[in-house]
């Protein structure tokens, strides 16, 4: 049987009603995966899975990527819970997980456990959605092009009080050169943007600016963008492949504890 979904917005997220039984239960892992890569997001409201639960129902999707303890990343800007803390402050930035992998993440799941009383709401894009709205000139000028991405151009404008010592820490970090239009298998096509973003190949550094700044703008407008108000419990699946995010800032003294579990990705970003 089907699970019941309703739209969150024309272009962007469903929400699935299911409870943790529904969703341990792997029957409906195909319609769940469906939904996702067409819509970029799905929600499932106070689900309330514990960490194992969590990880057991990203198994029923995929094959999950070995991190933090036990498969779960704690998204915290607390620093003695997670030591990677600071490189969270670029989460507050729209970007993609994982463009500076070889091959980036198919989806992740993200669970609201503590929440900030200010900030802290998430916002996705969608990518394909936006790359279909394109004008025709602006996709044949796009479909050609090349950029590459890197973790210091995210870092720096997450951290402008950034130090030599974060900038050599930041370079050490791999640089990776990617199309601007994903086609994926199945040959839709998406846009492959955000913070990382640092130069298109071969071009002036002016231009190559604008034109990323033009389709950030772009491809963030209200229609392609949710943002979803967490309450404890929540469990969300995004699609990284077809979408792009970034978190309201929040602080460090919050407590916001967010428990992340990602899938491996699938697909060579070609
Ligand atoms: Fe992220």
């Keep these: 049987m089907q699970l019941k979904t309703i739209d969150l917005s024309p272009r962007i997220g469903t929400e699935f009603l299911a409870d943790a039984d529904d969703l341990l239960s792997g029957a409906h892992s195909d319609q769940i995966r469906e939904v996702l890569g067409e819509r970029g997001l799905v929600l499932f409201r106070e689900v309330d899975m514990d960490d194992r639960q ?15 303890v036990d498969n779960i990343y704690k998204v915290t800007l607390d620093k003695s819970i997670t030591a990677t803390a600071d490189y969270l402050l670029g989460t507050f930035l729209w970007h993609i997980d994982g463009t500076t992998d070889a091959i980036p993440s198919r989806a992740s799941l993200l669970s609201a456990r503590v929440l900030s009383e200010t900030g802290g709401q998430t916002e996705w894009a969608n990518t394909y ?14 479909d050609r092009l090349r950029v590459v991405h890197s973790v210091e151009t995210i870092s720096r404008l997450a951290n402008p009080d950034f130090t030599e010592e974060d900038v050599a820490d930041w370079r050490t970090r791999s640089v990776r050169t990617h199309p601007l239009v994903w086609t994926h298998a199945s040959g839709r096509k998406s846009l492959v943007l955000g913070s990382t973003a640092t130069q298109v190949e ?10 990323l700044e033009h389709l950030l703008e772009f491809a963030t407008q209200t229609q392609y963008v949710y943002q979803h108000h967490w309450h404890v419990g929540d469990l969300v699946i995004w699609d990284n492949t077809g979408t792009m995010h970034r978190v309201v800032p929040y602080s460090a003294e919050s407590g916001r504890m967010m428990h992340r579990t990602t899938l491996v990705g699938e697909e060579p970003l070609v």
């Design 54 to 68: 969590q990880v057991a129902f990203a198994r029923t999707l995929g094959d999950i990527i070995d991190q933090g």
């Design 129 to 142: 959605a936006a790359y279909e709205d394109l004008p025709q000139e602006e996709k044949d000028l796009v």
């Design 202 to 211: 071969g071009m002036e550094d002016e231009e190559s600016k604008a034109l």
